[in-house]
T-cell receptor, first 116, second 113 residues
Framework: AQTVTQSQPEMSVQEAETVTLSCTYDTSESNYYLFWYKQPPSRQMILVIRQEAYKQQNATENRFSVNFQKAAKSFSLKISDSQLGDTAMYFCAFMKHIPGTYKYIFGTGTRLKVLA | SQTIHQWPATLVQPVGSPLSLECTVEGTSNPNLYWYRQAAGRGLQLLFYSVGIGQISSEVPQNLSASRPQDRQFILSSKKLLLSDSGFYLC????????????FGPGTRLTVT
């Protein structure tokens, strides 16, 4: 069964510092997609970054980057120059192909608090 | 542009009462639709998904059911709510021909008392 594990339930970081959120997953597939979603207090799910497994280059979106280690099945998110607005719940997700469609498996989330 | 709506935004229901949550998508055709539940400490749990009208796949056996009576409408139901049905329910969609991420609705907060 495909699973996504986020081992850090809560983290905090000082404003302007860098923080890394961990995610590991389990799959037997060779081609898939991985995502990080942000859920601020409004609870709206916002896509932060996406990684395609066949691409060796780590994805980057402004202050957000990932460290994708396919062999280790690890997909961590690095937030640089943390801002107060980064305070949110962060979910790692794995996209699994199933006949006719895809489904998305999410981890349990990491609650990040950015401190002033 | 595409938008996704969910209602109601908040709901408080007694144990044993029925439930109906609605999700509609605008600006797209034949989307794949998903229902997720977010409970404390459990992340987002996929409940149901649908690839077309009347086609429902269940991920977790439970007290809930889903239906898709129209192309862009997805309904989550229960005949008798349990306390454990409390949570935040999210509807999501994706384009059929687009290998991309799911787009989420604003969610419904359900409290069963």
């Amino acid at each position: 069964a495909q699973t996504v594990t986020q081992s850090q339930p809560e983290m905090s970081v000082q404003e302007a510092e860098t923080v890394t959120l961990s995610c590991t997953y389990d799959t037997s597939e060779s081609n898939y997609y991985l995502f990080w979603y942000k859920q601020p207090p409004s609870r709206q799910m916002i896509l932060v970054i996406r990684q395609e497994a066949y691409k060796q280059q780590n994805a980057t979106e402004n202050r957000f980057s990932v460290n994708f280690q396919k062999a280790a099945k690890s997909f961590s998110l690095k937030i640089s120059d943390s801002q107060l607005g980064d305070t949110a719940m962060y979910f790692c997700a794995f996209m699994k192909h199933i006949p006719g469609t895809y489904k998305y498996i999410f981890g349990t989330g990491t609650r990040l608090k950015v401190l002033a | 542009s595409q938008t996704i709506h969910q209602w109601p935004a908040t709901l408080v229901q007694p144990v044993g009462s029925p439930l109906s949550l609605e999700c509609t998508v605008e600006g797209t055709s034949n989307p794949n639709l998903y229902w997720y539940r977010q409970a404390a400490g459990r992340g987002l749990q996929l409940l149901f998904y649908s690839v077309g009208i009347g086609q429902i796949s269940s991920e977790v056996p439970q007290n809930l059911s889903a239906s898709r009576p129209q192309d862009r409408q997805f309904i989550l139901s229960s005949k008798k709510l349990l306390l454990s049905d409390s949570g935040f329910y999210l509807c999501a969609w994706r384009e059929v021909l687009d290998v991309d991420r799911p787009y989420f609705g604003p969610g419904t907060r359900l409290t069963v008392t």
